[in-house]
T-cell receptor, first 117, second 111 residues
Framework: GAGVSQSPSNKVTEKGKDVELRCDPI?????LYWYRQSLGQGLEFLIY????????KSGLPSDRFSAERTGGSVSTLTIQRTQQEDSAVYLC???????????????FGDGTRLSIL | KNEVEQSPQNLTAQEGEFITINCSYS?????LHWLQQHPGGGIVSLFM???GKKKHGRLIATINIQEKHSSLHITASHPRDSAVYIC?????????????FGTGTRLTIIP
């Protein structure tokens, strides 16, 4: 497909389990972003990748959260020892080029709805 | 105080009305995004602007960098415009990029 693809679309898991969320950006997009949207809340920035590198991890809510990107393409967001407050929709977006002089629009995936029981 | 403030939080209007949604920000930005989130949750990027004005169909976005304010206008509004509209400040800082979001404006257009 031509858009940003996220999987799974829905994930229900028990508290304490680890989960892995996947994002397939648009081919050729070098910048990749992870966001989350908790129920009734606004969007929250988590982490940004330029290529395989994440210069700033300060948006990750806790050390249970980690993200990686390989080959400048697919990214995974991993949440260890999930807690109920991790329940949210996790959104991924990608854009073509990212510099201070040539920001590009972000294209969003449909998100992964994560529910922690 | 949030770095990005939107108003109004909720807006209900009759079909055909001219709609304005406002966004103020308190940080230095490299760009300002307007996003549309449909009831099903999907997010679409409407505009990204760093100065002046952009128009796409019935949608117009303006930004005043000096006043740190942006507006999204919808002309001849239609029920299919009903969605949550979100502004986001794109902050670039020595290779670090992030979006800081407003809380969104829920727009309902009544036929």
């Amino acid at each position: 497909g031509a858009g940003v693809s996220q999987s799974p679309s829905n994930k229900v898991t028990e508290k304490g389990k680890d989960v892995e969320l996947r994002c397939d950006p648009i081919s050729g997009h070098t910048a990749l972003y992870w966001y989350r949207q908790s129920l009734g809340q606004g969007l929250e920035f988590l982490i940004y990748f330029q290529g395989n590198s994440a210069p700033d991890k300060s948006g990750l809510p806790s050390d249970r959260f980690s993200a990686e990107r390989t080959g400048g393409s697919v990214s995974t967001l991993t949440i260890q020892r999930t807690q109920q407050e991790d329940s949210a929709v996790y959104l991924c977006a990608s854009s073509l080029v990212i510099t201070e002089l040539s920001n590009q629009p972000q294209h969003f995936g449909d998100g992964t709805r994560l529910s922690i029981l | 105080k949030n770095e990005v403030e939107q108003s109004p939080q909720n807006l209900t209007a009759q079909e055909g009305e001219f709609i304005t949604i406002n966004c103020s920000y308190s940080v230095g930005i490299s760009a300002l995004h307007w996003l549309q989130q449909h009831p099903g949750g999907g997010i679409v990027s409407l505009f990204m602007l760093s100065s002046g004005k952009k128009k796409h169909g019935r949608l117009i976005a303006t930004i005043n960098i000096q006043e740190k304010h942006s507006s999204l206008h919808i002309t001849a509004s239609h029920p299919r415009d009903s969605a949550v509209y979100i502004c986001a400040a794109h902050i670039s800082n020595f290779g670090n990029e992030k979006l800081t979001f407003g809380t969104g404006t829920r727009l309902t257009i009544i036929p």
